[in-house]
């Protein structure tokens, strides 16, 4: 069954503490994204990945970190100086080949919370 | 920077009504536009996108949008809703100069009355 899995699906950290969350698809696609969703703003941009060892900072990149050693794994580290990290987040992917419009796929999410 | 704007932000329509959610992007080149859905405990899921040809594009669920270049639109409507269209309904749009980039409306929460 392929798809994207990202977890846990609730997490609940102290304040100062860096917490990673997890995303891992086996659709085969080349591009990643995480975004963060909050009530009333949408999604915003954090980081995505075209390629293996290769990512770009979205519009909201200050304050996370992400690693793409594997084409399936995306991980997002929330670093204590993430002013405002309780959100939901959401990891997302995309085929390259082909077309410049092809869709992204998304995960169930992470909510995370910190206390 | 591309920006995409959402008017609507909570919508009320009783069944059988017609809906039309606005849509609103800032750049002017050439852009992809996509309409995504996200019902209440699940993913968000592709409802209709548009690259070119005709400006009319039909989706799933009986969905379709009009691309509308010179209002920089592109709004979704469906003839008849039904209660399970309460979703939060979100635009997006590929950036300027950048396909791989999107970006999202803040979202239009619509609930359906039965």
């Known amino acids: 069954d392929g798809g994207i899995t990202q977890s846990p699906k609730y997490l609940f950290r102290k304040e100062g503490q860096n917490v990673t969350l997890s995303c891992e698809q086996n659709l085969n696609h080349d591009a990643m994204y995480w975004y963060r969703q909050d009530p009333g703003q949408g999604l915003r941009l954090i980081y995505y990945s075209q390629i293996v060892n290769d990512f770009q900072k979205g519009d909201i990149a200050e304050g996370y970190s992400v690693s793409r050693e594997k084409k399936e794994s995306f991980p997002l580290t929330v670093t204590s100086a993430q002013k405002n990290p309780t959100a939901f987040y959401l990891c997302?992917?995309?085929?390259?080949?082909?077309?410049?419009?092809?869709?992204?796929?998304f995960g169930p999410g992470t909510r995370l919370t910190v206390l | 920077a591309q920006s995409v704007s959402q008017h609507n932000h909570h919508v009320i329509l009783s069944e059988a009504a017609s809906l039309e959610l606005g849509c609103n992007y800032s750049y002017g080149g050439t852009v992809n536009l996509f309409w995504y859905v996200q019902y209440p405990g699940q993913h968000l899921q592709l409802l209709l996108k548009y690259f070119s040809g005709d400006p009319l594009v039909k989706g799933i669920k009986g969905f379709e949008a009009e691309f509308i270049k010179s209002k920089f639109s592109f709004n979704l409507r469906k003839p008849s809703v039904q209660w399970s269209d309460t979703a939060e309904y979100f635009c997006a749009v590929t950036g300027e100069y950048n396909f791989n980039k999107f970006y999202f409306g803040s979202g239009t929460k619509l609930n359906v009355k039965p």
């Open positions: 997302a992917s995309r085929r390259l080949a082909g077309s410049s419009y092809n869709e992204q796929f």
